[in-house]
């Protein structure tokens, strides 16, 4: 286990052992062996902090909100600090910090209220890269005259063709949709590149940092974007979404509301009575990745810094495993692998890839390595423009395995082993 993966650039160590045990479901086994959990793409592990707070929540604070008795107040200061821990992660104000249901919820109902504003002929950016979170929310205003124009891509290393997206952006343009990085190649978008475009052309910017956000510190006051959402059981937390908005559009954009419920926001976003024990969870995902930020860096004094210090240990470790998997799938017999394999390329990219192996059914690949408890994706994960873009869409798709930080390079070297025995078994 101590291989230079484990070393982070400026000296610090990220503690694998004490990471792992933080995550009760790690020890899971599939028939006598611990399982890998290589699916962090479509929901990651949750740390016992989250589990408690969770836990606590519903012991002694359960209730709704603005009543006026204790666990009601405490239900409102909980939410109070939710999204001030939402706020650090994103670097953001707390009103500007927006729960619901998942992601896709979030962005269906931004589109709505957006709609409400738009007018025949308008035109919304959107890509091939993106999960159709990002994209479907966006087509459903067509049904109000919306003018729906597809960023492509470059196939070779599946990155956002710039030129394309630069001659889409026009001064019909309203709105700007485009993931920060792809949940099925791994691609990073040049965000902050793209929203100074979508401004220049007086849209607004709307990003995806559903996958990102275990990857990266997000900082949207320096990307100067206008919208932003994360799920954070894609970062260690509950199943929920989040959504950014710069204050004064949350103010603008009216989101369809019942009459009672508050106009003021960011609650008015809000719709129905939130699961406040997830919300509790939240505050404490965001708390986890700064307790490792803290352990990686002491120094770090507030919440942000040590959420910036824990990045800074993550993403050169998840890096290292990546480039492990790399070096032993480039092994592999007639395998494809789909976006950046460059190296010296690899800030482009996060930890997640995708390959297929022959003309097998990825399913059938996820099913041997699921049997040997290693849990990886098949399928197209919702990225459906780009599994179609590749010619996969009909032949099942792609296989995924995501690393995150709590992988280790035993499980990618039991991983690549299980491989070869795929590659080697009769068919
Ligand atoms: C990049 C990306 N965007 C959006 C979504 C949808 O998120 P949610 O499940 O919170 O609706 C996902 C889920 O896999 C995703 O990976």
């Known amino acids: 286990m101590s291989t230079p993966a484990m070393r982070e650039t400026s000296g610090k160590t990220l503690d694998i052992a004490w990471v792992r045990e933080q995550f009760p479901s790690l020890k899971t086994e599939v028939g006598g062996k611990p399982a890998a959990f290589l699916d962090g793409p479509a929901g990651t592990q949750v740390p016992r902090q989250v589990m408690e707070a969770i836990q606590n929540y519903l012991m002694n604070a359960n209730a709704n909100t603005y009543g006026a008795f204790s666990t009601s107040r405490r239900t409102n200061e909980m939410i109070l600090a939710a999204r001030a821990a939402m706020a650090d992660f994103i670097n953001c104000a707390p009103e500007e910090v927006v729960f619901g249901q998942n992601m896709t919820t979030i962005?269906?109902?931004?589109a709505r209220a957006i709609g409400r504003q738009l007018k025949a002929g308008d035109e919304i950016v959107v890509t091939t890269l993106d999960h159709d979170a990002n994209v479907g929310p966006w087509r459903a205003l067509e049904e109000r005259g919306a003018v729906l124009r597809q960023v492509d891509i470059r196939e070779s290393d599946c990155t956002l063709d710039l030129y394309d997206l630069r001659s889409k952006i026009t001064n019909k343009t309203k709105l700007v949709a485009v993931g920060y990085a792809s949940n099925m190649v791994?691609?990073?978008?040049?965000?902050?590149?793209?929203?100074?475009?979508?401004?220049?052309?007086?849209?607004?910017?709307f990003i995806d940092a559903v996958h990102y956000a275990p990857h990266g510190l997000i900082d949207v006051k320096a990307l100067d974007c206008d919208f932003l959402?994360?799920?954070?059981y894609k970062f260690f937390g509950p199943h929920m979404?989040?959504?950014y908005g710069k204050k004064e559009h949350l103010e603008r954009f009216k989101p369809y509301k019942v009459r009672p419920a508050t106009n003021v926001s960011p609650e008015s976003w809000e719709t129905g009575t939130q699961v406040h024990e997830l919300i509790a969870g939240i505050r404490a995902a965001v708390d986890y990745v700064a307790e490792l930020g803290r352990k990686c860096d002491p120094s770090a004094k507030t919440r942000r810094e040590a959420l910036a210090a824990a990045y800074r240990a993550t993403v050169p470790y998840e890096r290292a495993l990546l480039m492990r998997l790399l070096d032993g799938l480039e092994k592999l017999p007639t395998f494809r692998i789909f976006g950046i394999t460059d190296r010296a390329r690899f800030g482009e990219r996060c930890a997640t890839i995708s390959f297929r192996i022959g003309e097998h059914n990825p399913t059938e690949i996820a099913t041997f390595l699921g049997e040997r408890g290693i849990f990886t994706w098949d399928g197209n994960f919702y990225a459906l423009n780009l599994s179609e873009r590749l010619g996969v869409e009909q032949k099942g798709g792609v296989l995924r395995?995501?690393?995150?930080?709590?992988?280790?390079?035993?499980?990618?070297?039991?991983?690549?082993?299980?491989?070869?025995g795929f590659c080697a078994a009769p068919k």
Request: aromatic share 4%.
């Open 107 to 110: 962005t269906m109902g931004l």
């Open 186 to 205: 791994g691609t990073i978008n040049p965000v902050a590149q793209i929203t100074k475009m979508a401004h220049e052309a007086g849209a607004l910017m």
């Open 229 to 232: 959402v994360c799920s954070p």
């Open 241 to 243: 979404g989040t959504l």
């Open 401 to 420: 395995v995501g690393i995150v930080h709590y992988n280790t390079a035993d499980e990618i070297d039991r991983l690549l082993e299980a491989l070869w």
